[in-house]
């Protein structure tokens, strides 16, 4: 995900991203990337962190409260401490939602945290390399690796396509045709 550091990555995980305002009180509309995407309003602090995208991406990253939220036709409802106007959350359209990566359970077998998979090299089952996992992006039929090499990937990130991920040599396989 660009606009992410690897530093921010380090303590923090990237959960999700505020899409726009919510009416005239300062709620935003979140996309969340966790399964169920509700998952995301169990965590009571949220890491807001700039994306390079943001139109009000001027500063630094903050530490906010999560005061109450619910979803909503696919995406979530929430209010922020200190978010009480619709100017006031337009200013965070596209920061990402980061959650303290110690806040969270540790990923069931052949569960992974898309964090833990930006840079990863990825080759397919020929053993051809396709390049490195850029970011995600989220579609109505499911997450997709974004993978960049000599030319631009756009792999679903779920089996029967995800092959083989190995953290700690950062590779994945997939099974992907090259000259797709």
């Not at 991406?57 to 999560?66: S, Y």
């Amino acid at each position: 995900m660009s606009g992410v550091s690897s530093a921010q990555s380090a303590h923090y995980l990237t959960l999700g991203q505020v899409a726009a305002p919510h009416g005239v009180r300062g709620g935003l509309k979140v996309n969340s990337f966790t399964d169920p995407p509700e998952a995301l309003l169990g965590h009571a602090r949220w890491h807001l962190v700039p994306s390079s995208t943001a139109a009000g991406a001027v500063g630094l990253a903050r530490d906010m409260k999560l005061l109450g939220g619910s979803g909503y036709k696919g995406q979530l409802r929430v209010a922020l401490e200190g978010v009480g106007d619709r100017d006031a959350a337009l200013a965070f359209s596209g920061w990402w939602v980061q959650v303290a990566r110690d806040a969270l359970p540790r990923p069931a077998e052949k569960e992974y945290f898309r964090d833990d998979l930006i840079g990863s090299v990825v080759t397919n089952e020929e053993g051809l390399t396709l390049g490195v996992v850029s970011h995600f992006v989220d579609l109505p039929t499911g997450p997709v690796m974004v993978v960049k090499g000599e030319s631009e990937h756009w792999v679903p990130a779920v089996p029967p396509h995800l092959r083989k991920v190995d953290l700690a040599q950062q590779q994945v396989r997939v099974d992907w045709p090259a000259d797709l």
